[in-house]
């Protein structure tokens, strides 16, 4: 599982670039497909430590979103 935290952790660094070069459509499409597989990473955890990287990078992906679309609710709340 480490390859997989290895791939979103560049994952994540390419959607930080696009908002950094005001690229916000593209850095949006990036975050769908990186929540995407961390959703498949979530189904197919076993182990506490695999977990609590996953929430980590649900809260960063969460922060990146606000960044992205403003100050709006990401829960949907």
């Not at 930080?16 to 850095?27: C, Q, T």
């Not at 769908?32 to 960063?60: F, G, K, M, P, W």
């Amino acid at each position: 599982m480490n390859t997989k935290f290895e791939d979103l952790k560049a994952s994540v660094q390419e959607i930080i670039d696009l908002i950094a070069a005001k690229n916000n459509r593209e850095a949006n499409n990036k975050l769908l497909e990186v929540n995407e597989t961390l959703d498949e990473l979530l189904d197919h955890a076993e182990e506490d430590e695999d977990l609590r990287e996953i929430s980590r990078y649900q809260v960063l992906l969460n922060q990146l979103h606000v960044k992205i679309n403003g100050e709006e609710e990401v829960d949907g709340e």
